[in-house]
Structures are given as structure tokens and as C-alpha cells.
């Protein structure tokens, strides 16, 4: 991997004395990895990891530890950093990890995240996930790679964009900055169709920190509205619980 993608950040707080006991148990070479090292670099993550994921040699015994997933693969020593006395793979390498393990949308999530927090470049998350051995998760961690975007600025907006793009409604424009006649900023948009003035923005549970931010939201929909812009609005719930109905809204407003 890369040396850019090892930047010197130290992660999140991890689990601690968990993970510190799952790695001593398991060996010299244990490393936190998949999900867990995503989370330990401080990537948002669409839920949390349903076990650790460690990953040790492949000469390594099969032992086996109740709320721990192992992973057998021989790490090269550039794919795994040393923080806070833990080992965990690099960014790049966990994001193809979690890629190649874990449903799209999930891999989008991650890979968004860790682009946003600077640790990752998407040029070369690309040409890693091209270079990969063949065989299963290759595909994967391929088209994960393809349908990252820095932009996102949220795991919901992360989320949102795949669940269109799956459907044939790829927005065109992400993270998109509205300005009126003069050239005066208006707004930044989630998502936009400029062609059909449509603009798709979706809100997670704390959108509205105050009245204050809740008033300018108002004001910035009714300029928008002005401008002639069609502006829908989806919740976490929507996206996630019925993204049929997300689907549906938006295909009947660009067709």
C-alpha cells in the first residue's frame, strides 16, 4: 500500500482492554482489521461491527474466540500500523478488506468515510482494488472503488447515493453549490439533477442542531423554491426502511 494512505493519525478509542486481550490471545501477528480497524481509524460506519475482525497468519492454529472473527492471510508489514499499542491494518488496506467481505453499501460507507477523514486517495484506492489477485472479492472491492465519492459528507448521503445509483437514478451532481442570477451562493445540495432542477436532500436524526440552524434551513428552501428548484427531502427512516418509496419519488420527478 501506498505510504499516503499511512498517514500519522493516531485512531479512535478502541475497545480497548477487548481488543487488546483478542490480540494477545491470538498472537505476536494479530491485527485488527475489516470493520474494526475502520472504526478504530475513526470511520462512520452504517452499524456497528457485529464482531472484532482480526486477522492472523495462515499458519495460525483455527483457534476460535466467542465474539471474535478471524480472517487467515499473511499481512505484508506496510499494510499494518501500530497505534496505541494495537495492531491495525492501514486505512487503504481495510477499506478493501471491508470491500471485499461486506455488502456494497456497506464498503461505500467506509471508503467515504476514511476519504473524508484525508486518509485515503481515491486515484490509488482505485489502482490497489485493480491490482488485486483474482478470485473472490476482487469484483467487489473493484466496484467499490469505483462508486466512492469524497464528497459525501455523511454515511446517510453515502447510503442515498447507492441506493439511487442502483436504480438507474446516479445523481449527476453531489455536494452541488446553488447560486442565483448575480452569482450569489444560495445553497450547497445533497444531491442534484441540474437538467431538471431537482435537487434531493436527505436528513439525518440531529439535522437541525437549533432554531437558528432550523430558520436559515427554512430561508435557504424558500430561495431555492425561488429559483425554481423541485427539492425533496428523505430521512434516515426513508432511506433506510423504505427505499422503495425514496425510489419511486424521485423517478416520478425526473420522468
Known amino acids: 500500500m501506498d505510504s499516503r494512505w499511512r498517514r500519522a493519525r493516531e485512531p479512535e478509542t ?13 498472537g505476536p501477528r494479530a491485527t485488527l482489521s ?41 499481512l505484508p ?34 471508503a467515504d468515510s476514511l476519504l473524508r477523514l484525508g486518509l485515503l486517495d481515491v486515484s490509488e484506492l482505485r489502482a490497489a482494488a485493480r491490482t488485486l489477485p483474482a478470485g473472490r472479492g476482487r469484483p467487489r472491492a473493484v466496484a467499490v472503488s469505483e462508486d466512492v465519492d469524497p464528497r459525501a459528507g455523511s454515511v446517510l448521503e453515502s447510503v442515498a447515493r447507492v441506493l439511487l445509483a442502483s436504480h438507474g437514478l446516479r445523481p449527476p451532481r453531489c455536494q452541488y453549490e446553488v447560486v442565483d442570477a448575480d452569482g450569489a451562493f444560495v445553497g450547497r445540495v445533497d444531491f442534484c439533477w441540474p437538467q431538471a432542477r431537482l435537487i434531493v436532500e436527505v436528513d439525518g436524526f440531529a439535522f437541525h442542531a437549533d432554531r437558528d440552524s432550523y430558520r436559515r434551513d427554512r430561508r435557504r428552501l424558500n430561495a431555492l423554491e425561488q429559483l425554481g428548484w423541485r427539492v425533496l427531502r428523505f430521512s434516515w427512516e426513508d432511506v433506510i426502511e423504505r427505499p422503495d418509496y425514496v425510489i419511486a419519488v424521485v423517478r416520478s420527478c425526473l420522468h
Open 14 to 26: 478502541l475497545r480497548g482492554v477487548d481488543e487488546a486481550e483478542v490480540l494477545r490471545r491470538l
Open 34 to 74: 475489516h470493520l474494526s480497524a475502520a472504526k478504530a481509524w475513526g470511520a462512520e460506519l452504517l452499524a456497528d461491527p457485529p464482531a472484532i475482525d482480526v486477522t492472523v497468519p495462515r499458519s495460525r492454529s483455527r483457534i476460535r474466540l466467542a465474539g471474535v472473527r478471524v480472517h487467515r492471510t499473511d
Open 77 to 110: 508489514g506496510a499494510e499494518v500500523e501500530v497505534r496505541a499499542e494495537i495492531r491495525l491494518t492501514v486505512p487503504g488496506r481495510t477499506t478493501l478488506d471491508v470491500a471485499r467481505t461486506r455488502p456494497h453499501v456497506e464498503g461505500v460507507v467506509v
